[in-house]
Nanobody
Framework: VQLQASGGGLVQPGESLRLSCAAS????????MGWYRQAPGRQRELVAT???????????NYADSVKGRFTISRDNAKNTVYLQMNGLKPEDTAVYYC?????????WGQGTQVTVSS
């Protein structure tokens, strides 16, 4: 399994970005995909997750710091998870890592830099 993240960049406060993470390889129907981030000098923190089931909508979860601003979504046909980030703040600056958890295994993408600065 490999994950390829994209979509990071430099934006001004209040602007938006959309991150994408495409998974390839043997992907199970039941899995959790999501995003962590790590800012310089800080521990990696969970940003958002999306848990897929055989039927119904995925269950999503967000860090308190991003609720109401970030939205996670997924396209199961493409094995891709997205993170729409609106109202970005300087404190959102970090390297964002996507991950996929299925069975007992967790896989990580390479990280994409998001910088919010005026």
């Amino acid at each position: 399994v490999q994950l390829q993240a994209s979509g990071g960049g430099l934006v001004q406060p209040g602007e938006s970005l959309r991150l994408s993470c495409a998974a390839s390889g043997s992907i199970f129907s039941l899995n959790i995909m999501g995003w962590y981030r790590q800012a310089p000098g800080r521990q990696r923190e969970l940003v958002a997750t999306s848990e897929a089931f055989l039927t119904g909508e995925p269950i999503t979860n967000y860090a308190d710091s991003v609720k109401g601003r970030f939205t996670i979504s997924r396209d199961n046909a493409k094995n891709t998870v997205y993170l729409q980030m609106n109202g970005l703040k300087p404190e959102d600056t970090a390297v964002y890592y996507c991950y996929l958890r299925q069975g007992v295994n967790t896989y990580w993408g390479q990280g994409t830099q998001v910088t919010v600065s005026s």
